[in-house]
């Protein structure tokens, strides 16, 4: 009969969007910071191994474990690149030298779309400053350069559950719920938002799909 108390051990098991938020911030990717819900994580190499983009734009670099992990996934799929883009400049010097990664300092405003000339399977992920309207504005001015069958990817959905709506002006399922009722391109591919469970990833209603139809 063993009467050892054992460390460490507990029967509980708890997690929520609260905690997974708290520890979403503490992710590293080879030692960068990356800023992502564990489940989109899982969820990322799936849809990049599915499209295989030759170009990933990427709204919200940060520090650079996300485009660094991107990166690193087209290099397994063997192509494509990453424009990353930011406001500010906190990115990680090894993001910056990556072979497919081109970072841009001057916000999604002023990238220049001509960019993305040559470039046949595009995806952009918006995951800038959450706000209503950089969302919408993001999703009006990079909407047309998504190709078909690809992905337009808003990020942080999750803030209406984790009770900052107002703090974002109604954040990125405002924009999205005024974007989609407004086209006939994309649809919210439900696919990705509800693999875990109903909307069980920070991109609530954020995997926009385009369809190629007008
Ligand atoms: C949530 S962080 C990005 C996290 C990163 N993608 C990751 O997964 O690790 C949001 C970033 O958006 C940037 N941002 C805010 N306004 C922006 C704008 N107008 N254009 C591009 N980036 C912006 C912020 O400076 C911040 O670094």
Redesign the pocket.
């Given at each position: 009969m063993f009467s050892k108390k054992i460390d460490n051990y507990t029967d509980k098991v708890h997690f929520d969007v609260d905690t997974l938020n708290i520890g979403h911030h503490s992710?590293q990717?080879k030692g960068?910071?990356?800023?992502?819900c564990p489940f989109d994580y899982v969820m990322y190499q799936m849809i990049f191994w599915e499209i295989k983009p030759d170009l990933i734009i990427?709204?919200?670099?940060?520090?650079?474990?996300?485009?660094l992990?991107y990166a690193d996934l087209l290099d397994i799929i063997g192509h494509g690149e990453i424009h990353?883009?930011?406001?500010?400049d906190?990115v990680f010097k090894e993001v910056k030298m990556h072979k497919r990664i081109n970072f841009?300092r001057?916000?999604?405003?002023n990238?220049d779309l001509k960019n993305t000339e040559g470039f046949k399977k595009i995806i952009v992920?918006e995951?800038?400053?959450?706000t209503y309207e950089?969302v919408i504005a993001?999703l009006e001015k990079f909407k047309d350069v998504v190709t078909e069958d690809s992905y337009f990817i808003v990020?942080?959905g999750i803030i209406d559950k984790l009770g900052w709506k107002k703090k974002y002006n109604g954040g990125p399922n405002k924009a999205i719920k005024e974007f989609i009722a407004g086209q006939s391109s994309y649809v919210i591919d439900r696919k990705w938002c509800d693999l875990f469970g109903i909307n069980a990833t920070f991109n609530t209603n954020g995997f926009l799909k385009k369809s190629g139809k007008k």
């Open positions: 992710l990717y960068v910071p990356i800023i992502k990427e709204i919200g670099t940060n520090r650079g474990g996300s485009a992990y990353t883009i930011d406001i500010d906190v841009f001057d916000g999604y405003q990238y992920i995951d800038g400053s959450h950089d993001s990020e942080d």
